[in-house]
C-alpha cells in the first residue's frame, strides 16, 4: 500500500486551510496513495490558543469533518484527517480530535488527543490545557487489512500509550503533529525512529512545517519510517506530499529476524 502524510502551514482562516487540504489530498491519491494522513491542527492555527473555541464542532457535524468524509469517498483513500476541534463537556475547553474517515466518507474513528503539551523555556510558552480537555482511550482501526494506531504530537514522548495500541501489534502508527522548531530540532525524527523500531511497524508522522501567521514556526519534517526504523521520505519544510510504500512483508521479515514484541517482560509476566 501507497501511504501519505501531507505537510501543511495552516493559517487562522478555516476556508483556505480546508482548500489547501482538498488539493494536497487530491495530489497524494493522483499520486497512488490509498492512505492519507493529514498533519495537527490542519484546519486551522489561530492567532491565540481560544480561537480553537471559535471554529469547534459538534461530533459527527460540522463543515471540516464534512469536507473530510468528502474527500475520503471522492478520492476512495483511508483518510486520517489530523485535528479538529470538538466541543467537550466543558464549555471553556475543546478536544483535539483526530477522526478518520474510509473511503466510502463514513467515520472509522475518533481519537481524542490524550497527552497535552506544556513547555517553557524563558521565551517559549505553550499550555494545551488552558483551551484543550485531554482525551482518555487509546484506539485503532482497521483499514482493510492494516491495523493502525492513532496519537497526536505530543503523545509521542509517551511509549506507554503505543505498548497499549500494540494489542495485537499494529502494522502502522499515525502522528500528526504540530511540533514547535525548538523540540523537533532535537526530538521529533528521534522519537519517530523509536516508536517504530521498539513497535517494530511503519509510521506515519504528517507535521505541520514552517513559519504560521501568529508567528509560531513549527518543524516540518513530515516522514514515514519503516519497521527497522529507516526514514523512508522526509520533506524538511513548507507545504508538500511525503510518499512511501508500506509492505507488510517488510514487517514481517523484521519480527521474525528479531523477535522484541514476543520478548517482552511485563510486571505481571514476571510475577508468572
Known amino acids: 500500500m501507497k501511504i501519505a502524510a501531507i505537510q501543511m502551514v495552516s493559517t487562522p482562516r478555516v476556508a483556505d486551510n480546508l482548500a489547501a ?11 497512488g496513495a490509498q492512505l492519507v494522513a493529514l498533519p495537527e491542527y490542519f484546519c486551522v492555527m489561530g492567532q491565540t490558543d481560544r480561537d480553537k ?93 492494516l491495523k493502525v ?16 495500541l500494540m494489542h495485537p501489534p499494529c502494522d502502522l502508527i499515525s502522528v500528526p503533529a504540530a511540533f514547535t522548531y525548538t523540540t523537533g530540532l532535537a526530538h521529533w525524527e528521534l522519537l519517530l525512529r523509536a516508536r517504530a523500531v521498539e513497535n517494530q511497524c511503519y509510521v506515519i508522522a504528517a507535521a505541520q512545517g514552517g513559519t504560521h501567521e501568529n508567528g509560531r514556526r513549527t518543524f516540518g519534517h513530515s516522514m ?22 508500506l509492505d507488510p512483508a517488510r514487517t514481517a521479515s523484521v519480527r521474525l529476524q528479531l523477535p522484541a514484541l514476543e520478548h517482552r517482560r511485563t510486571a505481571a509476566s514476571v510475577s508468572c
Not at 22 to 29: C, D, F, S, T
Not at 225 to 243: I, S
Request: hydrophobic share 40%; with cysteine.
Open 21 to 31: 487540504a482538498r488539493r494536497l489530498v487530491a495530489q497524494a491519491a493522483h499520486e
Open 53 to 145: 473555541l471559535e471554529v469547534a464542532e459538534q461530533a459527527a457535524a460540522g463543515p471540516i469533518q464534512q469536507t473530510l468524509a468528502d474527500l475520503a469517498r471522492e478520492h476512495g483513500v483511508w483518510l486520517i484527517g489530523g485535528t479538529l476541534p470538538l466541543r467537550s463537556v466543558d464549555p471553556d475547553r475543546v478536544l483535539n480530535s483526530n477522526c478518520v474517515f474510509a473511503p466510502d466518507g463514513s467515520l472509522a474513528a475518533r481519537y481524542d488527543k490524550i497527552h497535552l503539551f506544556k513547555y517553557d523555556n524563558g521565551r517559549e510558552r505553550y499550555d494545551e490545557g488552558n483551551a484543550i480537555r485531554a482525551g482518555t482511550l487509546p484506539t485503532t482501526f482497521q483499514a482493510g487489512e
Open 149 to 164: 494506531g492513532l496519537s497526536v504530537c505530543y503523545d509521542l514522548r509517551f511509549p506507554e500509550l503505543y505498548r497499549e
Open 224 to 245: 514515514v519510517v519503516d519497521p527497522w526504523g529507516k526514514v523512508l521520505n522526509v520533506l524538511p519544510e513548507g507545504e508538500g506530499v511525503v510518499l512511501a510504500e
